[in-house]
T-cell receptor
Framework: ELKVEQNPLFLSMQEGKNYTIYCNYS?????LYWYRQDPGKSLESLFV?????AVKQEGRLMASLDTKARLSTLHITAAVHDLSATYFC??????????????FGKGTHLIIQP | GAVVSQHPSRVICKSGTSVKIECRSL??????MFWYRQFPKKSLMLMAT?????????EQGVEKDKFLINHASLTLSTLTVTSAHPEDSSFYIC???????????????FGPGTRLLVL
């Protein structure tokens, strides 16, 4: 059974600081996703990581993937209040192409205080 | 970008009634859609995979007779919660995959969700 673990589950930080959210998964997978969810809303796609060593950046967020360690990180640089949300990582169970349902981590509830 | 819509966005029903939720891909065709449910302050749990033209594949522990899925066309999947009970109250979210499109490979786009409250 595929398991996806995120930590921390809750993070309160000040604006301007840097921090990293970690996502470990238990089996080999070709695809690792990061999503953002605002309260009462659905999911917004942030990054799709497809290969070992992949690094993607968008604004103050940067995601990386180490498939050998089965670890992905989401790094926040110089946090601003607008980044307050819940962040989920998710893993596609199916290797080798084709769409498959995702297994999600429990989410990291991020609060950024002025 | 790819857009997935859901209808209704919110529904309140009485216990014992059935509720249908629609999921549409607005600007692309989706041979596969997925249904998830999310309890308050919890993560998303995959319920089933909806395949156009064939039966849905349900995850372990999900009652297929209770959660009926019909993928009638390449742009529409429906989830019907039959004989709803208060414990079925949840946030139901569908997603569709953009398999094969250049520059957006395998991203799953999520609908806005349907909040179901069963009284």
């Amino acid at each position: 059974e595929l398991k996806v673990e995120q930590n921390p589950l809750f993070l309160s930080m000040q604006e301007g600081k840097n921090y990293t959210i970690y996502c470990n998964y238990s089996t080999t997978s070709d695809r690792l996703y990061w999503y953002r969810q605002d309260p009462g809303k659905s999911l917004e796609s942030l990054f799709v990581l497809l290969s070992n060593g992949a690094v993607k950046q968008e604004g103050r967020l940067m995601a990386s993937l180490d498939t050998k360690a089965r670890l992905s990180t989401l790094h926040i640089t110089a946090a601003v209040h607008d980044l307050s949300a819940t962040y989920f990582c998710a893993v596609d169970r199916y290797s080798g192409g084709g769409a498959d349902g995702l297994t999600f981590g429990k989410g990291t509830h991020l609060i950024i205080q002025p | 970008g790819a857009v997935v819509s859901q209808h209704p966005s919110r529904v309140i029903c009485k216990s014992g009634t059935s509720v249908k939720i629609e999921c549409r891909s607005l600007d692309f065709q989706a041979t596969t859609m997925f249904w998830y449910r999310q309890f308050p302050k919890k993560s998303l749990m995959l319920m089933a995979t909806s395949n156009e033209g064939s039966k849905a594949t349900y995850e372990q522990g999900v009652e297929k007779d209770k959660f009926l899925i019909n993928h009638a066309s390449l742009t529409l999947s429906t989830l019907t919660v039959t004989s709803a009970h208060p414990e079925d109250s949840s946030f139901y979210i569908c997603s569709a995959s953009l398999s094969g499109l250049a520059g957006d490979w395998e991203t799953q786009y999520f609908g806005p969700g349907t909040r179901l409250l069963v009284l």
